[in-house]
């Protein structure tokens, strides 16, 4: 921390010789630093590729051949998007790997990039399910690299006891909803009005433009982000050490070979093992960080303080991340898509919870900026979060119940209100996983909080198996009733988690209660 607040506070040579200043409390852009704006643009042109293509994948993979789709089930088709959005998040803890000991933030999130763009260039290409598969892998493998670096240089901008740090990812998480909230618009009508492969081509491009953003603007960047956190010695290469890897690799290569040779290798198996890594692969690196000697005793702290915010939000993105597979079927199956007078694509609904975000995120990041210090603590933000979760799915009991296809602005209110939660939890997950990191895990630490998102998909894989348009009210009442119990349960607990995060923080703690 030393180290980062002495390149914050001189001029540092620039990664291409060029000069960029850092100071303590720069405030270029909206009172933030001129590097927010660099990974503000970079994410939302990253997220209008991702969006854009989620946002008609779905279709695009149950939809008849005779009409230019697969023509895989809907189950499975939900299924698979389930398991590839946990590869996306899962693959985010290999990604923090790699920069923390490789890369650096920088390089990690440049080569994630191109990856991504490679991805999307192989659904624009129509060649059926073959080029569906390898833009998985490349999508995959690309997004497990950018996410957690490119999060990781917002919190590099910032001192830890900076109290801008929520107000800067609130308004870097508007950059992902400016890229998410034009992608189904563009790219969904592209897609089911004209063709398929011109809206994920449209997606590529746009990765495209992230990634020039990026390089143009890198030297506005903090120095943090062009080496590795913690860089592999000899002792790590050490020839025991690397044919242990070797020998993981194989291990997992030829069962997966066998099997496919066999035909044994489904997509429901494929879908089950993803879930179950999902799981407990997040439960690995908690371990792992706990036991390292690399953890201080204050920093073991803070993971212990974070666990209880990495559950509430797996069941946040349980619900969240259900709107391109069990939403955007009840959008396609079961709303009146006429009822406004005017057909609406039913990729269009996944613009609703990014355009929400747009209107009250700036909202929220003058709240917190307002309040500073006195602002609630992030188990409070949770918790809430995760009611408004529940609720939101809470809302479709009522319509789903109704005979007939219901009235669009149900799912539309459905979307705003998960939304709202989503302001309150997700830039508040960065922020708070950021500052709680243990130094020698920095990178790993921001790819389990999106692990989160990835165990959250690995189990609503297993639970969108059991959504069918006869049983859609009982399906979303017990799923959001669950998840909005959790956050009451979250909010009684508040003020015990407040204490122990603000501590393991570093902050003064609160003063005891009076007895």
Known sequence: MTERRAAQQRQTPGPAGGAGTRTGRETGFFGHPRGLAVLFFTEAWERFSYYGMRAILLFYMYERVADGGLGIPRATAASLIAVYGASVYLAAIAGGWVSDRLLGAWRGTLCGGVLIMCGHLCLAVPAGAPALYASMVFIVAGTGLLKPNVSTSVGNLY??????????????????????????????????????????????????????????????????????????????????????????????????????????????????????????????????????????????????????LFVAAVFFWLIQEQGASVLAEYADRSTDLDALGFPIPSSWFQSTGSFVLICLTPLAAALWMRLGPRQPGAPVKFGLGLVLAGLSYALLVYPALQPGRSSPLWLFGSFAVVTAGEILLSPIGLSVTTSLAPAAFSGRTMGLWLASNAAAQGISAQVVRLYDRQHAAQYFGVVGGVSAALGLLLLAAAPALTRRVTAARGAAPSPPAAP
């Open 159 to 308: 001192a830890a006891d900076d109290s801008r740090r929520d107000a800067g990812f609130s308004l870097y998480y508007m950059g992902i909803s400016v890229g998410a909230v034009l992608a189904p618009l563009v790219v969904g009508t592209l897609g089911q009005r004209y063709d398929y492969h011109l809206g994920f081509g449209v997606a590529a491009v746009g990765m495209a433009a992230g990634l020039l953003v990026y390089v143009r603007g890198r030297r506005h960047l903090s120095p943090v982000d062009l080496r590795p956190a913690n860089p592999l010695t000899r002792a790590d290469l050490r020839p025991g050490a690397v044919a242990g890897g070797a020998a993981a690799v194989v291990a997992l290569a030829v069962p997966a070979l066998f099997l496919a040779a066999r035909g044994v290798l489904t997509a429901g198996l494929v879908v089950d093992t993803i879930s179950v890594l999902a799981v407990a692969l997040p439960v690995v690196l908690f371990t792992h960080m706990l036991r390292s000697s690399r953890t201080t005793a204050r920093e073991r702290a803070g993971v212990r303080a974070y666990l209880p």
